[in-house]
Structure formats: C-alpha cells, structure tokens
C-alpha cells in the first residue's frame, strides 16, 4: 500500500499503512504515528518476522470525521517456517488533523 495522503484520513487507513510499516520494517513511521503518551522509546522490528496478510474484522467510528476510533484484525506472519497471527483491537485517536495509535488489546 502506498502511502498518501489519502491512505492516513482515517484510523482504519492509518492502521494499515503501519501494517505495511511492519513488513517495509519501517521504524519511523510506526512511532512517528504512535500517541506520544503510550509510544515507546525507540522499536526494533525482527526482519525475520515476515508479515504476510492483514484482514480487517471491524471497524467502530474512525472516519474522516471522528476523533477516535477502533480497528480490529488480523495479521497473518511467518518466522522460522511457523505461521502465526495477531489478532488485536487497536485504539486510535485524532489529534491536529492526525491519526495516531494509541494501544491495542491482543485477542485470542
């Protein structure tokens, strides 16, 4: 997914241009849109982990007029010739015009 503009004016866009961030093991962008009450100090992101797809489940608010919404779903990787998913329900608020993660709960 390229990111645009476009792609980051809702939580369920800015939730998948962070998916692709995780497999482009793009560090930067993952905490440059991450709340800074809850954003750790610095990620490592393992370039073993090969995220390989992401399915949205639910969406609750987050459109282009909300100040906050949930995105819930899942994404599918490998590592070390094991498959495995993360299934999460992912907070976002919407701060200055901007999308950004706040926390997730991890289900299942």
């Given amino acids: 997914m390229a990111l645009t503009p476009d792609s980051l004016e809702t939580a369920e866009g800015l939730m998948r241009s962070r ?7 793009d560090a930067a962008h993952l905490l440059a849109t991450w709340h800074p ?18 399915r949205v489940i639910d969406t609750v608010r987050g459109g282009v007029n909300d100040d906050d919404g ?7 990787w490998r590592q070390d010739g094991q498959r495995g998913e ?12 901007r ?7 991890v289900l299942g």
């Fill in 70 to 76: 949930v995105v819930e779903f899942i994404a599918v």
């Fill in 86 to 97: 993360l299934h999460e329900r992912s907070r976002f608020v919407r701060e200055g015009g």
């Fill in 37 to 54: 009450s809850t954003r750790p100090a610095d990620l490592e992101l393992d370039p073993e982990t090969e995220w390989r797809a992401l």
């Fill in 19 to 25: 998916y692709e961030a995780f497999r482009s093991l």
């Fill in 99 to 105: 999308w950004l993660y706040v926390d997730g709960d």
